[in-house]
């Protein structure tokens, strides 16, 4: 982390999310925000955003990171596996899927039952939230 990246951070309010639900989907939105550069995301016509919450959003990202991206943290159980990022994929499908088609086409995609396919992503979600709310990010 570079030095205006901490100071950023420690100047800026992190955003609390009310449940792990809100918190992935809205890193993943985060995530493909940026892989997308100089695609407008925010739409046609929408009204600029203020530094504040550009900097609320940079600071919340980079708390929220490791939470995603480590194979191991501070937070986790002894006997928990380590976090792969196909299992965060999954469970962004899980929740995704369950609104658009229903779990059933995720469930077959990964050889899996409904109910197999539920404890899993419900394990992944478990994990993820013991991380983000050691990190002040869940409320």
Same mark, same amino acid.
């Given at each position: 982390?570079?030095?205006?990246?901490?100071?950023?951070?420690?100047?800026?309010?992190?955003?609390?999310?009310?449940?792990?639900?809100?918190?992935?989907?809205?890193?993943?939105?985060?995530?493909? =925000? #940026?892989?997308?550069?100089? @695609?407008?995301?925010?739409?046609? %016509?929408?009204?600029?955003?203020? *530094?504040?919450?550009? /900097?609320?959003?940079?600071?919340?990202?980079?708390?929220?990171?490791?939470?995603?991206?480590?194979?191991?943290?501070?937070?986790?159980?002894?006997?928990?596996?380590?976090?792969?990022? =196909? #299992?965060?994929?999954?469970? @962004?499908?899980?929740?995704?899927? %369950?609104?658009?088609?229903?779990? *059933?086409?995720?469930? /077959?995609?990964?050889?899996?039952?409904?109910?197999?396919?539920?404890?899993?992503?419900?394990?992944?979600?478990?994990?993820?939230?013991?991380?983000?709310?050691?990190?002040?990010?869940?409320?």
């Amino acid at each position: 982390m570079t030095y205006a990246a901490l100071a950023r951070e420690l100047g800026a309010e992190i955003l609390v999310f009310g449940n792990t639900r809100k918190a992935v989907l809205w890193y993943a939105a985060q995530k493909l =925000r #940026r892989k997308t550069r100089g @695609i407008a995301l925010d739409g046609v %016509g929408a009204m600029p955003r203020s *530094q504040a919450s550009v /900097d609320s959003a940079l600071a919340t990202y980079s708390r929220m990171v490791p939470c995603f991206e480590s194979e191991r943290d501070a937070a986790d159980l002894d006997n928990e596996f380590c976090l792969y990022g =196909r #299992r965060v994929e999954h469970l @962004i499908d899980w929740y995704v899927m %369950g609104v658009e088609r229903g779990q *059933q086409s995720l469930a /077959d995609r990964l050889g899996m039952t409904l109910c197999e396919l539920s404890k899993y992503a419900g394990f992944t979600e478990n994990v993820l939230r013991r991380r983000l709310e050691s990190r002040g990010l869940l409320g």
